[in-house]
C-alpha cells in the first residue's frame, strides 16, 4: 500500500507555497513518507514534492480576518478545494495536513499501522493556555461537535470517499447547511464541512468514527514565534493582559520535538523565521 | 535576533502552568502504538495487565472499544519502549521548565 502527505496551497498575500514547502521537509524528515502538493503556483522549490497537482481554483473567494498579535489583518483565503483530497491524492494511505501544520515528532507515524478509513483530531489545545479553541468547540448552536480538519488520516475506501464528497456537496450548499446547524456563513470551514459530513455518515453519532487521540496542539493568530534554536526549541511569545496578580506584559513558552499547528501566518512566513524552521527539517 | 526583541524576550514571563499543561497532553500523546490494527495507549494498567496474563495471546479492549487479539510479549515490549520514551521526554521538559522558570512566573 502507498503512504504519503498531501498538502494544499494557495497563495494569497500570504506565502502557503513556501509554508507547505517548509510543511513537506518536516513530513519528510519525521515521518518519512513522500509529500504531494496540490496547488496552483508553479513557483514551486525542485526536490521537495514527491508530486505537484496544479489545480485551479474555481470557487469564491472568501476573505478572513486574522487577528495578529500587531493587529489585525484581512486576507483573502483560498481553501475551498480540500473536498477534492481523496479523488486527486495518488495514496492509498494519505496523510492530509493544513500547510501551516508542522510535524517536529515522528508521533502521526502510527497511523499508518491503524485500520482507520478516516480518523482526525476532535479537540485543540492553545500553548498559550487560553480557553478560545479548547475541548468542547461545537459546530453550530446549540450544534454538533467539532472535528478538526487540519490533519485527516484516511485510506481509500467508502466511507472516507462518502466524507470528502458530502464535504463537496456541504461547500456547494452552504448558506443551506449554514442555516441548517445554526451557524455563520460569512467563511467557509473545512472543519465545519468535515464535522458535519463525519457525525452524519456514521449514524448522526458521534462515537461511531475514529478521532486521532491526544490534541491538536494549536499557536493561535495572537502568537509569535520569537525565537528558533538550533536545538530544536522553538521559543513562542504573545501579549498578555493585566490581571489581578499580573501586570499586561510578554508571556512566553517553548516547545520541543512537538508537532504544532501555527495560525499565525505572518510569523511563519517571517523569512527569518521560516529559514530557521527550514533548518530544524535538515 | 536584533536587541530590542532579545530585550522584550527577557522581560517575557514563562507561562509554566500553560507549558505543564501543554506538555502532560504531549505525553499522553506519545503513549499511543498500534498492534495488529488496534491503537493502545501505554499506561502502567495495560504493562500491568499484559504482565498478568501467561498466554501468549489475549484479546484486548484498544481505545476506539475494539477487542483486539493481541501478541502479548509483542505488545508488552512495544508498550514498555513507548513508555519509556514518553516518561523520558516528559520528565526532561519538566527539569527544563524549572530552570526557566522565575518565581514571579505563572
Redesign the interface.
Known amino acids: 500500500m502507498s503512504k504519503g502527505a498531501v498538502i494544499f496551497a494557495y497563495n494569497s498575500t500570504i506565502d502557503y507555497v513556501s509554508m507547505a514547502t517548509l510543511a513537506a521537509k518536516l513530513v519528510r524528515k519525521h515521518l518519512d513518507i513522500p509529500v504531494t502538493l496540490i496547488t496552483n503556483s508553479t513557483a514551486v522549490e525542485a526536490g521537495v514534492f514527491d508530486q505537484i497537482i496544479i489545480l485551479g481554483l474555481v470557487d469564491k473567494e472568501y476573505e478572513r480576518v486574522f487577528k495578529f498579535g500587531s493587529g489585525k489583518e484581512r486576507v483573502v483565503w483560498h481553501n475551498q478545494n480540500r473536498s477534492s483530497a481523496y479523488d486527486l491524492s495518488p495514496y492509498d494511505q494519505t496523510l492530509l495536513i493544513d500547510a501551516d501544520y508542522l510535524i517536529f ?1 515522528s ?1 502521526l507515524k ?1 497511523l499508518f ?4 478509513k478516516i480518523a482526525c483530531f476532535n479537540y485543540v ?1 492553545d ?3 487560553s480557553r478560545g479553541l479548547q475541548r468542547g468547540a461545537r459546530v453550530g448552536n446549540p450544534g454538533i461537535p467539532m472535528q478538526w480538519a487540519t490533519v485527516v488520516y484516511f485510506t481509500k475506501n467508502q466511507l472516507a470517499r462518502a466524507v470528502f464528497e458530502f464535504m463537496q456537496g456541504i461547500k456547494e450548499n452552504y448558506l443551506y447547511y449554514a442555516a441548517a446547524y445554526n451557524f455563520t456563513a460569512q467563511l467557509y470551514r473545512n472543519d465545519y464541512a468535515l464535522s458535519i459530513a463525519l457525525q452524519a455518515l456514521t449514524g448522526y453519532n458521534d462515537k461511531n468514527f ?1 478521532s486521532i ?3 491538536l ?1 494549536t499557536a493561535n493568530t495572537g502568537i509569535d514565534i ?2 528558533v534554536c538550533k536545538s530544536g526549541e522553538i ?1 513562542f ?1 504573545w501579549n ?1 493582559k493585566e490581571t489581578e ?2 501586570p499586561a ?10 508537532s504544532i499547528h501555527i495560525m499565525n501566518k505572518r510569523t511563519i512566513t517571517d523569512i527569518d523565521i521560516i529559514n530557521q524552521l527550514t533548518e530544524l527539517a535538515l | ?1 536584533d536587541s530590542s ?1 532579545l530585550k ?2 527577557a ?5 509554566k ?3 505543564l ?2 506538555l502532560k ?2 505525553y ?3 503513549l ?3 498492534h495488529r ?3 493502545f ?1 501505554a499506561r502502567p494498567e495495560l504493562i500491568a495487565f499484559l504482565n498478568s496474563w501467561h498466554e501468549p495471546e489475549v484479546h484486548v479492549e484498544d ?2 472499544n475494539t477487542p483486539i487479539l493481541v501478541d502479548r510479549t509483542a505488545l508488552i515490549d512495544a508498550a514498555k519502549i513507548a513508555y519509556r520514551m514518553a516518561s523520558v ?1 516528559w520528565a526532561t ?1 519538566v527539569q ?1 521548565a524549572n530552570t ?1 522558570g522565575r518565581e514571579t512566573d ?1
Do not use: C
Open positions: 515528532d508521533g502510527y499501522d491503524t485500520d482507520n489545545i500553548i498559550n493556555g475514529r487521540p491526544g490534541p496542539l520569537a525565537e521559543v511569545s498578555h496578580t499580573v506584559g510578554k508571556s512566553f513558552t517553548v516547545l520541543k520535538d512537538t | 535576533m526583541k522584550e524576550l522581560d517575557a514571563q514563562f507561562a502552568s500553560a507549558f499543561t501543554n497532553e504531549i499522553d500523546a506519545k499511543t502504538i498500534t490494527g488496534g491503537t495507549v481505545i476506539y521526554y521538559e527544563r526557566i505563572v
